[in-house]
């Protein structure tokens, strides 16, 4: 062959999409395939299949199996005479490289593929139990299997069906599979089966006719003992059949296997038995079945054996599965079982899963699912155990958007199709979408994408999977509103009646006023209602998704009746996706943020993108100087000091905002990935905001008695949780105040103005008023109660000289400026240094102390009738615990380590882990005891609007607290017992460190 003639077939092949056209001229130079380089039809025939070098290398194979030279000839001359043949058998061989492997194995078979008559286009069980009825035993059922899938394939990817009516034609086969096998078992032991009566109950994609190429097909058995025979004896040979017919068309031979049987559905799955008589079935399902179990029974249809008794068994169940969205926790049930399904997908194959994968099929039908029990209680058309009908029936009857069906429809097919292509290749079981360029390549020509194939896979598979997912949601609150809003005549919408049966599925508890709520938000022609009529439907999955979606739909409206008329409002939360999303989790989390921002309804501008500043909190200096300005402005020390409420309240919501945010997560903000870090900008937001408001409230009280200034220094030492910048939303701030006078000033003058300005900040604070308290506590200062609230640095200087006890060297050891004098504020904690971080640390009696103090307030503090391992203070394993362990470290070790010198408790143990005073993984179990306990605390003030130490006992509120902490729907347990393993391993940690350490 000439230079010129190849470089001529090589630019042929490459045009007709070979992508290895060197190899491809090599086989084509062959004597055997003169005729197929010579004929243009056939190469072109080739180049329009999924892979046109695996189908000229299949067909290599095939025409190289041909027993004869006359059968050779014969399969080449029918390929260029026949276009029906060449494109059945070309693209079989083009998509599927087991296909070309059982045609090598059987040259004859691919005459099955040469009739193209009306008859052949659709097959039915009919059609393919006479195709698998010669086979006598399990290697000739395969064969005959693998010729009648072949036929099926054929038609596939010629476009003749489309992948619905291949997926029933595949459950046709596999139907007749079954019957096919259970004949041979039946014949194998006569004896056996004419002592009962078995049904097979196809249940699954095989039951729902949308099966997979390659799928486990689920089945149920149900049997009754025929006229002599007892029930057990009928029950022992009926486990035979079935086993047996289980065997036949899973165990692998010389020709493969078929596929797996697989009988987990049935009543207590693997642990059951087999087979049960009805009333058995009966009996399970009205007593123990669990809600999932009849969401698998939408799909179950009789499909071999005695079909009176399987018409029986669905006849007596079907009622039963209507009655499945009555049961108490219909819906978490349901999307508990969805949920568990993703979290056990590979976290590396999330992104691949075709089938489980968010946005996959598997949401889809779950959509469908859910649906269908909720309202086809009491409408019979929606009764259809296959995915794509039931759909269709849901939007005749105005569940679902027409328009919104037609496109979940068009995504549902994709995606089947999609994984009916994948499977073929190999048939394999697999939904997961390969990774070889290679192989997308296939999928893409495959489904007709032939312009650059991979990255049109990758687009079209992007594409419908955001579809599946945002009409996911969209399906289930849609027609609430059209039940509600009062649209234009004619439009199909649901009853009153239907929309409350959605809302209680959805887990509304007072649907009533959850109407009541739409109505009121979504009625009416004005362009609010518009608005809001768009926004609804995401809103109310976002309040489904949560703990409380009735409250969350209550202040939704709340908001909205405030800020309605507010030009801005509604165009934020529509024009910027992510207020819309925030707001709904803010409102739907608990009482604290929702309260906070119905008192200033204008900060839901905070939780859009835009100038409003975001969710990030801010400086001390910046809310100093905002604070401080609002004071200046005001005519006296009450209106300066409520001014300054209102900032905290609005920083408040900002601060409980980004930490909802943060801890739940949204589309667009995923959770925080360390919750340390979360709870560290928590806490220090809290206590910025704290310091921030003191210092404006001790300047109101000042400049209204004293002008500019106060006839003393004076300065506000935050302490505990304040002074460690680890505030909670229901913290109080300790305090100690320190004065000294002025030059000039008399001590008891400036003892008198120190007083009232500390009785006045207290009074201020103190005023009713909707806004959070912020208490002032100063009893860590010395002689507790019964000391002066505040005294000079002197005082300080000669008590802690002469009387201080270890308690109050300990306390001091969180000790910071928060406000007043800066100067005098660093001359105390140059005085206290000494005491905190005592030279050469503590001596044994010192230690002992200690640790009799801590014992003796374990066993007098903790209220009457808590549990001791759910308490987040005083528990094992809780606050206390951490942070003596920790302060014990400091000061027998902060003289020499400066690390340790900080009044923050988890830098204080990083520290200390960083000396080699603690281990490692020591310093980590107690960090995540702390962090844990802390958020807890955070999560029952929000939840609550009150503070607690320990969880609430009220199931929402509980499962509230549980989001926060990332525990999703009925995972309350799981939460409580991961607290008390974290707890008990910390209190391990304190018993060596603390007490023997």
């Known amino acids: 062959m000439t230079p010129g003639r190849r470089s001529s077939t090589f630019t042929r092949l490459l045009r007709h999409g070979f992508t290895d056209p060197s190899g491809a001229e090599r086989l084509l130079d062959s004597p055997e395939l003169a005729l197929v380089k010579a004929d243009p039809v056939l190469l072109e025939a080739l180049g329009a299949t999924a892979d046109p070098d695996l189908a000229l290398r299949g067909l290599v194979r095939l025409l190289e199996a041909q027993p004869a030279p006359t059968d050779h000839r014969e399969l080449l001359d029918t390929l260029i005479a026949a276009k029906p043949l060449r494109d059945r058998l070309l693209g079989v061989l083009g998509a599927s490289a087991a296909l070309a492997d059982h045609l090598a194995r059987h040259p004859h078979d691919w005459q099955e593929l040469v009739t193209y008559e009306p008859r052949d286009l659709h097959p039915g069980v009919t059609e393919f139990e006479r195709g698998l009825a010669e086979a006598t035993d399990q290697v000739e059922l395969r064969v005959a299997y693998r010729r009648c899938l072949l036929s099926i394939a054929a038609r596939d990817v010629c476009g003749t069906t489309d992948v619905t009516q291949t997926a029933a034609e595949l459950a046709d086969l596999a139907t007749a599979t079954l019957r096919a096998a259970l004949a041979m078992a039946e014949k194998e032991a006569p004896q056996d089966a004419q002592a009962c009566r078995l049904a097979v109950i196809a249940m699954g994609k095989c039951g729902g006719h949308e099966l997979n190429y390659v799928s486990d097909v689920d089945v149920i058995f149900v049997a009754e003992p025929t006229q002599g025979t007892d029930e057990t004896k009928a029950l022992r040979s009926a486990t035979k059949l079935a086993s047996h017919m289980m065997r036949i068309c899973s165990e692998t031979t010389i020709e493969g296997s078929i596929w797996p049987v697989d009988a987990n559905l049935r009543p207590e799955g693997r642990n059951g038995p087999l087979v049960r008589t009805l009333s058995s079935h009966l009996a399970y399902y009205q007593r123990w079945a669990k809600t999932w179990e009849f969401q698998a029974l939408l799909k179950a249809r009789p499909v071999a054996g005695d079909k009176e008794l399987g018409e029986a068994y669905t006849d007596a169940l079907t009622p039963m599965v209507w009655q499945a969205a009555d049961r108490e926790n219909f819906v978490p049930d349901v999307q508990k079982m969805r949920r568990r399904v993703v979290e056990n997908i590979p976290p590396a194959e999330i992104d691949r899963e075709l089938k489980l994968g968010p946005g996959g099929l598997r949401d889809v039908e779950f959509a469908v699912q859910l649906l269908q029990l909720v309202h086809g209680r009491t409408d019979q058309t929606l009764r259809s155990g296959t995915t794509l009908k ?155 998704d949560s703990a409380d979606p009735d409250a969350g739909l209550l202040n939704f409206r709340k908001v909205s009746d405030a800020l309605g008329k507010t030009p801005w409002y509604l165009r934020l939360l529509r024009d910027e996706g992510a207020a819309a999303e925030n707001l709904a989790r803010v409102l739907s ?147 100690l105040f320190v004065h000294e006078p002025r030059e000039g000033v008399d001590e008891h003058e400036a003892a008198k103005a120190a007083n009232k300005v500390v009785a006045e900040m207290r009074r201020l604070l103190q005023l009713p008023s909707a806004d959070p308290p912020l208490l002032i506590d100063a009893d860590l200062r010395p002689e507790g109660k019964s000391g002066p609230l505040v005294r000079t640095l002197k005082s300080y200087e000669a008590y802690y000289r002469r009387w201080s006890l270890g308690w109050e060297s300990q306390a001091l050891l969180r000790a910071e400026p928060v406000a007043g004098d800066a100067e005098l504020g660093r001359r105390f904690m140059t005085l206290i240094d000494p005491l905190r971080y005592p030279a050469h640390g503590l001596d044994d009696d010192a230690v002992r102390e200690i640790r009799r103090l801590k014992a003796r307030m374990e066993s007098e503090r903790l209220p009457r009738g808590a549990d001791p391992k759910l308490h987040t203070k005083l528990g094992p394993g809780g606050l206390s615990d951490v942070e003596w362990t920790v302060q014990l470290l400091q000061l027998r070790h902060a003289w020499e380590v400066p690390g340790l010198r900080t009044p923050r408790t988890r830098e204080a143990l990083a520290a200390a882990r960083e000396a080699g005073l603690i281990g490692a993984e020591d310093a980590a179990v107690l960090d995540e005891a702390w962090v844990l306990a802390s958020r807890v605390r955070n999560a029952v003030m929000l939840v609550r609007g009150r503070a607690g130490d320990t969880f609430p006992t009220e199931p929402r509120e509980l499962a509230a607290v549980g989001r926060y902490l990332g525990y999703g729907e009925g995972r309350a347990g799981d939460m409580l017992d991961a607290y008390r393993r974290t707890a008990r391993r910390a209190r391990t940690v304190v018993d060596e460190l603390f007490y023997a350490g």
């Open 390 to 544: 039931a759909l269709q029936a849901l939007a005749t009857g105005g569940y679902v958007g027409r328009e919104d069906a037609a496109r979940l429809d068009e995504a549902y097919r994709f995606l089947r199709e999609l994984e009916h292509r994948i499977q073929l290749f190999q048939l394999r079981r697999t939904h997961l979408v390969p990774e070889a360029e290679e192989d997308l390549r296939r999928l893409g020509r495959s489904l007709g994408l032939r312009t650059d194939p991979v990255a049109g896979l990758r687009r079209e598979w992007k594409r419908h999977t955001g579809v599946v997912r945002r009409l996911h949601e969209k399906i289930f609150y849609r027609p609430l509103l059209d039940a509600v809003a009062q649209l234009a005549p004619g439009e199909t919408r649901l009853s009153a009646e239907a929309a409350r049966a959605r809302l209680v599925a959805l887990g509304y508890a007072d649907p009533a006023a959850a109407l009541r709520h739409l109505e009121a938000l979504a009625s009416g022609v004005t362009r609010k209602a518009a608005i809001q009529r768009t926004l609804l439907p995401v809103l109310l999955g976002w309040f489904a």
């Open 589 to 735: 989390a608990g009482r604290l943020a929702p309260d906070l921002l119905l008192r200033a309804p204008e900060a839901v501008a905070l939780l859009g993108d835009g100038d409003a500043g975001g969710l990030e909190p801010r400086g001390r200096a910046q809310l100093e100087q905002e604070i401080t300005a609002a004071v200046n402005r005001a005519e006296n020390a009450e209106q300066g000091v409520t001014a300054a409420r209102g900032v905290r309240r609005r920083e408040l919501f900002r601060t409980a905002a980004a930490d909802i945010v943060g801890s739940y997560g949204t589309e667009t903000t995923p959770a925080e990935p360390d919750e340390g870090v979360l709870l560290d900008r928590t806490g220090n937001a809290i206590s910025d905001l704290t310091a921030a408001t003191l210092a404006g409230t001790l300047r109101a009280v000042v400049r209204e008695t004293w002008g500019d200034t106060l006839p003393t220094k004076f300065a506000i030492i935050g302490m505990g949780r304040f002074g460690g910048h680890e505030l909670g939303y229901g913290s109080d701030a300790d305090v």
